[in-house]
């Protein structure tokens, strides 16, 4: 087991899924080589299309306003995208799926224990501020013009 380390987190703007609107992040492991901290990640593809399945329908619903997040973490030993969407006026619903680092490993949902990294928690503390979370109707208006208003 390896000590835990801070790794940085990376904010790649909005990115929108039909009516949804995530703000995406992506967090590359301490040993990863420069080249990882930059570029598009395609081979993040397939487990973003199994993330973005994941939303529920439909966007907009009684405390639900169509926003949330995306991480991708490449992490030590296996990659991790995790999903989170505001809903039911002030929860947190979150998704992971994993990509084992094995010959072949495909993407697939989070299993038994698996979850995401500690170091994610450092960001949602730091970003999931009762100010950005929809927790109510003016909160939730705050919300949505900081969304629409910033790049990520």
């Known amino acids: 087991m390896r000590p835990f380390q801070y790794r940085p987190i990376y904010p790649r703007g909005v990115t929108l899924h039909g009516e949804w609107r995530l703000k995406r992040y992506t967090i590359v492991r301490h040993t990863a080589p420069d080249s990882e901290s930059h570029g598009e990640?395609?081979?993040?593809?397939?487990?973003?299309?199994?993330?973005?399945?994941a939303l529920p329908s439909p966007v907009h619903a009684a405390g639900r306003?169509?926003?949330?997040?995306?991480?991708?973490?490449?992490?030590?030993?296996?990659?991790?995208?995790?999903?989170?969407?505001?809903?039911?006026?002030?929860?947190?619903?979150?998704?992971?799926?994993?990509?084992?680092?094995?010959?072949?490993?495909?993407?697939?949902?989070?299993r038994g224990s698996e979850s995401f990294c500690v170091g994610t928690f450092r960001?949602?503390?730091?970003?999931?501020?009762?100010?950005?979370?929809?927790?109510?109707?003016?909160?939730?208006a705050r919300g949505r013009s900081r969304t629409t208003s910033r790049g990520g």
């Open 41 to 53: 990640w395609t081979d993040f593809e397939p487990g973003r299309r199994l993330a973005h399945a």
């Open 123 to 140: 960001w949602l503390r730091s970003s999931a501020t009762p100010t950005s979370a929809p927790c109510s109707r003016s909160a939730r």
């Open 65 to 110: 306003v169509g926003v949330g997040f995306v991480i991708e973490h490449r992490g030590n030993g296996a990659d991790y995208i995790v999903l989170g969407w505001w809903d039911r006026e002030n929860e947190l619903p979150v998704r992971v799926f994993v990509r084992d680092h094995s010959p072949g490993a495909a993407w697939r949902a989070a």
